[in-house]
């Protein structure tokens, strides 16, 4: 069974530079995998920053990017915001559905 | 602006059924594979089931296939999950998502399963 692997926390300072990361159990994540990203606050929808691992969504800040960094999709965050303060799950396609990983708790303070 | 406006959540017993809707706006719903994601109460998002935009293709997470069944249908811009043999386990709010790889989404319906 395919397992998407994610930080479960991360912390940033106000200003600062975060980079999340989105891995496989076993293998590399490629553009093959389209990967994406979302935000999610408690209560509420996830919202879409990222598809097909770089293309940002509509009317999302281009303080978000996604990348591949060496064998994961990476989701950086530049110059991080109070209201940055999320959970951010990554999503790997996998040819008829897909696997969302367990998400990231991000902390700014 | 897209739109995904999700219906039938509730409240339903160990073994019984439920129907979600999804109303679908401000896109070309026909041309679009739709998606149900579901997240648990404290957990995270989980996919459920994809189909196509024909309905000629259907996909199931393992712990659902044989009891859920997804549909659409583009005459009315709408998207449908019925679920069958219902378990605690099922408890979580149901999204409604346009997208094959990644995904749009609507804003959720709570389905609690309890005796």
Redesign the interface.
Known sequence: QTVVTQEPSFSVSPGGTVTLTCGLSSGSVSTSY?P?W?Q?TPGQ????LI??TNTR?SGVPDRFSGSILGNKAALTITGAQADDESDY?C?L?MG????????TKLTVL | EVQLVESGGGLVQPGGSLRLSCAASGFTFSSYWM?W?RQAPGK????V??IKQDGSEK???DSVKGRFTISRDNAKNSLYLQMNSLRADDTAVY?CARG?????????TLVTVSS
């Open positions: 389209y994406s979302y999610q929808a996830p919202r879409t598809y097909s969504s799950y999503v396609y008829s559905g897909v696997v969302f990983g367990g998400g | 998606s994601v995270g998002l989980e996919w089931a994809n996909y199931y997470v999204y094959l790889e990644w995904f749009m989404w609507g804003q959720g």
